[in-house]
C-alpha cells in the first residue's frame, strides 16, 4: 500500500491561508527590520561606528543581524522608544501651554474701538453700541466680552432700519 500525502496546496482553502501566513509573516519581518534600522539611528550612546556595524550587519545577514541585535540590545529597544513617545508628548503639550497663553483676550481699548468702526459702518445701532461699550466697560463681562463685541446684534431683538 502506498500511503498518499496531503499538502497544505492540495486544498484550496489550505492554499490560501498558508499565502495568507507567508504574507504576514513576510510583513512583519520587514517591520522589524526597519525598527532595527531606526533603533540603531535614534540611539544617542552608539557612536556612529557601531551604527555602520550593526547596519552592515543587518543589511549583510538581515536575519541573523536583526535576531542578534534584539537579543543584544532589544531592552533598550522599548526604553528609547519610550523616552522618544514622552519627549513627543512634552513638545505637544509645551505647545499647547504656549499657544494657549498667547491668546490673549484684547484690551477694552482694542474693543471700544472696535465698536466705535462697526458703528460708523453702520452695522450697529448707537443702542447697541452703547450696551456692548457698558459691557467692555464693566467687570462682569468676564465671559461675554467676545461675543458682545462680535455679534452685539444677538443681544438686541431690535432690529436694524
Known amino acids: 500500500m502506498v500511503a498518499q500525502t496531503y499538502l497544505a496546496y492540495d486544498y484550496p482553502l489550505l492554499s490560501a491561508f498558508w499565502t495568507m501566513l507567508w504574507f504576514f509573516l513576510l510583513v512583519m519581518w520587514f517591520v522589524l527590520l526597519f525598527r532595527v534600522v531606526v533603533d540603531a539611528f535614534r540611539d ?20 541573523l543581524g536583526v535576531f542578534v541585535y534584539l537579543v543584544a540590545r532589544g531592552k533598550d529597544m522599548g526604553r528609547r522608544e519610550l523616552a522618544q513617545a514622552r519627549a513627543q508628548q512634552q513638545a505637544f503639550d509645551s505647545y499647547i501651554r504656549r499657544t494657549v497663553a498667547g491668546e490673549q483676550r484684547p484690551s477694552s481699548t482694542e474693543e471700544l474701538a472696535r465698536l466705535s468702526e462697526m458703528r460708523t459702518r453702520g452695522d450697529i445701532t448707537d443702542e447697541e453700541f452703547r450696551r456692548a461699550k457698558d459691557l467692555v466697560l464693566s467687570d462682569q463681562h468676564t465671559s461675554g466680552r467676545t461675543t458682545a463685541a462680535k455679534s452685539p446684534r444677538s443681544a438686541s431683538p431690535a432690529p436694524h432700519p
Request: zero cysteines; a neutral charge.
Open 44 to 63: 544617542d550612546s552608539m557612536s556612529g561606528w557601531g551604527k555602520a556595524g550593526w547596519l552592515v550587519f543587518v543589511i549583510v545577514l538581515p536575519f
